[in-house]
Structures are given as C-alpha cells and as structure tokens.
C-alpha cells in the first residue's frame, strides 16, 4: 500500500460521519478510529502488528486490548499544543503522514534546524520515517524556527504540527 493511497483514506475518514474504519489487504491493515473529531490512523502489515502489540500488554490488563491505550497519547500531545498557533505571524509546518520525526539525517550528524535557524520555502526541517521510506519535510515557508513541537524518534499523526515558523 502506497503512502498517498493512506494519505487519501485518511483525508476520506476524516470528511466522513465514519468513526472507525478498518482496511486490510495482502497483509497490510489499515484502522481509523475518530476520537474528539480527529482521525487517529495506525497502519501496520498484519504479521508485524502482534509483536509490536505484545510489549504494550504488560503495562496494560492482559485481557485489556492493546490497540486502544497505544493512540490515545499521541492524539493527546497535539492537543496540547494549539495555543502557540494563534499568533498570525506564526506558521505551523505539520506533518504529511503519519510516521516517525527525526531531527537529522542520521543519528551522528546534527539536526537540520535549531530554533533560532532562518529556512526558506525549500529548507529541509526533518524526515518523517513511514514504511521504512524516509520522507524529508520542507519548510514550505521563509522565516525563522520559533519552536520545534515534537521531540526526536516520536510517533507523529498525519497533519500534527510538528514545526512553529516566525515568517517574514
């Protein structure tokens, strides 16, 4: 499954009265659930999907269902962050898939911005990992980083801010 083919169902969901969706095909599932209006997606090819859900349950009740403690606190860290944008000068970048935020290239080299560092519209700001594709961010904007949102190897949501840009 192609990342815009994810990107499309989400885009779907979200202007649908659906609250959960669930799509799986050659061993790739893809569920949506809404919760406060927003739609939480988490893809994982199905074989992968119980090891990765096994260290959850320990934490958890063993009888409790993995998948449901696991979204709720990225949905929660977005939330949490509106405020900031509602300075006009300010500029959200936000991320177009879901997927892993890293900081720089590699883990050896550093981070392609800093707050403080002025980008234009073709500035590399990070790579969100998805499927094993490593997918650089553009600033999309000139200006300089006021605050970076998201911490380094987190788990962000299709459409999360992940960068606050002062534009001039």
């Known amino acids: 499954m192609k990342i815009q083919e994810i990107r499309e169902m989400i885009k ?7 609250e959960e969706f669930t799509y799986e095909n050659e061993g790739t599932k893809v569920k ?4 406060g209006g927003q739609v939480q997606p988490a893809a994982a090819p199905a074989e992968a999907a119980a090891p990765a859900e096994k260290p959850a349950a320990p934490a958890e009740k063993p009888a409790a269902a993995p998948a449901q403690p696991a979204p ?26 879901v997927g ?3 900081q720089a290239p590699s883990p050896e080299e550093a981070a392609f911005v800093q707050v403080g560092d002025k980008v234009s519209k073709e500035s590399v700001v990070c790579i969100v990992e998805a ?8 600033a999309e904007t000139e200006g300089e980083i006021a605050e970076i949102l998201v911490k380094d190897g987190q788990l962000v949501e299709y459409g999360q801010p992940l960068f606050l840009v002062k534009t001039t």
């Open 131 to 138: 499927m094993k594709l490593f997918n650089e961010i553009e």
């Open 32 to 35: 949506m659930k809404k919760k």
């Open 72 to 97: 709720a606190p990225a949905v929660e860290k977005p939330a949490e962050k509106p405020a900031p944008s509602a300075d006009s000068s300010l500029h959200e970048i936000t991320s177009p898939m």
């Open 100 to 102: 892993t935020f890293y």
């Open 12 to 18: 779907l969901v979200d202007q649908s009265s659906i």
